[in-house]
């Protein structure tokens, strides 16, 4: 197989035009038979490993999961995308079982999620043998090892898939296993032949901070404030203390509930639905709370008490930031907190078990405690090497830096920090920037901004080197990132004091974090948003409120965070458009496209002095394509049938089909408007375009005030135009 049909599909389905590390490797050895097992960090993308390789063959993927309550919002997420899935537990009824089982024998899905203990049922096994099986992916593999942390004598039973099905591939995968426990998943799965796939467990995206106590609850509020209407989740030793804490978010005006195991079933469901579904921010929690949950934009993660271990630390830190954005895991930690365990775990009556506590409580106090990068440690603690010299990730490193490596930067920076200042700490990195290298763009124009006195003193920097200097300027605390306020640069205190004291700025090189190369560009794209913007964002994730509340979904299976974010920064106005974004696949442009579009064409109507930006992915794309259904009406087209004509043959509107031949338009399908537009008209479409300055058809109409001219006249006319002036 070759690897275009697999980015085919990665686009077509997932809207991403590149792997993570990894993934390829492992699609294609499933693809080609093998066994495989894979290791993988939680938000690595280990779904997607299983997922692909189905939709670009025959059969079916079946999908074994312990999760039961997680079955459920995956299925949706994958029927959103366009992708038939269903699954299998003992929350359905024998009439539905019997119903899905009779459609996984008509082919009907290409994901079939069970959990392990159907294997028990030989009507179910009958059934299985019957189906074209691609792959068997067996998640959260280690389980299925009783020197895992979490063994499940259900996963037993899945012993019998290699003898049961010898032809069908088994994939592995897990995010935490020792090598002990990776072995012992190969054996129990009898495949010690399997690939193994181990990625790094560095979390890049995720920043660790240990903040010392003096009053918890104050220091807990300094760091939630800034991240007001951010999801988050406070880790609280008792379950007392998760009430009390909740209680007192609450009467502080954070919307936050208590999750804890000693709470009523009903309760304890209720709240996680709340914070799924983004009806509260903060869930103050037990560790009981995060196994079943798959919510991808939980931002920080908060240890208000020291974890149990550090592998439970790095598993709840871990929570945070699945959708790959900046997110931040603070502990909050006091030395008294050490014998408060102490304590409690000395009341414990098994010898073994509590010398094996205080070893493991000795090892999170020191990391606690540690001078050096917290995540070298945590990498080294599961045995991975990190050589980096600083990670700029966690408050070691941004605190810190050798001083021989410094160098002097104080008049740059000044300049920097003062252009912020005279911009009113209203934009961006970028933004600033521009100013500072003398850019006469449209927004500075518009801005007055080249009136500025700072305005091209820059010239003699090259603009990568301020952007770096920028990035250092906010690891060592001169400025910050406001995220309620879309990522504006703010002068903290010590940027404040730097700008008009005579102490020096001395700042160090840093270190590049891991990226896919499209996942860097996203990320760019997004981190340099006008604050302006952040109202449209803000009435993005309404919508998608609104809409998850429709179908019953959790929000972030409509969309991700981060597309949100690029829809608020490049306001694409089309369908077309918004399928360009990275995370928006083909049925998900089409069938979210138009409430999104709309919702931001209203946005542009508002601010008139916004222009949107074109967009384009730049890694080539011979995926991104007209929608298989315009294709037909497009390939219609290019055989010489007459719009009128394709719409009479297709038994559609005549409307949709002008949509499907705009879309050919514009992906260069269509190169002959005349065809559609009569010629002595384009020329005058174009001049009424540019007369009004309007993006919209309607204002564009009126001018023009000929009935002779239509909707569909003026759509290929601007679809053919965006075309040829990219
Ligand atoms: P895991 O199962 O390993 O915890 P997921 O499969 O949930 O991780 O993936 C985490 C996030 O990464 C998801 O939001 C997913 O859409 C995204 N993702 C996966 N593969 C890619 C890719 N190739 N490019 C961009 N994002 C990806
Ligand atoms: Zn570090």
Redo the contacts with the bound molecule.
Sequence with gaps: MDDRHLLIA?EKY?G?T???PL?REIIKDALAGKDTFVL?????????CFQLPSLVSEGVTVVISPLIALMKDQVDAMTSSGIQATFINSSLSQDQISERLKDAREGRYKLLYCAPERLASTRFLSTLSSLDITLFAIDEAHCISQWGHDFREDYRKLQILRNSFPGVPLMA?T?TATPKVAEDILVQLRIPQAKKYQASFDRPNLTYLVRRKSDAFEDLLDFLRPRKGESGIVYCLSRKSTEAVAEKLRARGFKAVAYHAGLDNAVRAKHQELFIREEVDIVCATIAFGMGI?K?NVRFVVHYDLPKNLEGYYQETGRAG???LPSDCLLLYAPSDKVRMQRLIELSEDDIRVEQNKDDLELVCRFAEARTCRKKMVLEYFGEAYSLPNCGKCDICLGTSPKEELIDVTVAAQKFLSTIIRTSQKFGAKYIVSILRGKEDERVLHNRHHQLSTFGIGKDIKEKDWTHLAAELEREGYILRDRNDFNSLKLTRKGNEALVGRQNILLATAPKTRK?E??EEVHSAIQDLPARNAELFERLRILRKLIADERELPPYVIF?DSVLKQMAALLPLTSTALLQL??VGEKKAEDLGPRFTGAIREFVNDHPDITPVGITRSTPAPTKSTSDTALASVKLFQRGVSLYEIAKERGLTQTTVANHLEEGIKNGEITDIARLVPPHLIDRIRNAFAATGSVFLKPVLNHLNDVTITYDHLKFVRAYDDRTSN
Excluded at 40 to 48: A, F, I, R, Y
């Design positions: 990665l997932f991403y590149t792997f993570r993934q993988m960090p939680t938000g690595g993308g280990k779904s997607l995968l995010a798959d991808s699945r959708d790959g896919s499209s996942e991700h990275s995370g």
